[in-house]
């Protein structure tokens, strides 16, 4: 069986997007300090892109969650597989993540975080599926908006393939 890709977010459209995060991000965070918090594996092209185009001091950790995807058990269904190295107590947080698709993992994730005290704590994702929905999460910083499809590339994969792709796209079966 062939596969195809079709591209639905350009590689260009997506440097622009994060250009301009970056340049919203950094007039917001002005005279603070800024700790970025990526979800790996998915958020971690994205999160390196964004982080060169911050003007304000960055620092970064890293975080894995795996989520057991079974919808008919409550939110607190996620597993965290490395935890962070620093705390986060007093400092101005920023979550970065590929996708929020049905937010299950996030609205979790965000909780616990927000437990540990930080001073402020945001998001920053790439893509957002608003119509997959069912646990609500504020977002932040939103990269594109997308239609109910399974996307690939830029971090994101599908069986652990595609990760690479430097645009995103969608997984065609010929
Ligand atoms: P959520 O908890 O349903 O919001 O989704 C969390 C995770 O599901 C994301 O961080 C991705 O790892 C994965 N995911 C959701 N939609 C897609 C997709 O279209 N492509 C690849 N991974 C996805
Ligand atoms: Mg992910």
Known sequence: ???????????????????????????EYEGKELHMICILKGSVFFASELAKRITVPVTLDFMAVSSYGNDTVSSGNIQIRNDLAESIEGRHVLVIEDIIDTGKTLSFLMKMLQERKPASLKLCTLLDKPDRRTHPVDVDYVGFEIPDEFVVGYGLDYAQKYRNLPY???????
């Open 1 to 27: 069986m062939d596969v195809k890709i079709r591209v639905m977010i350009p590689e260009e459209e997506i440097d622009r997007r994060i250009r301009e995060l970056g340049a919203k991000i950094s007039q």
């Open 168 to 174: 995103i796209g969608v997984v065609e079966n010929e």
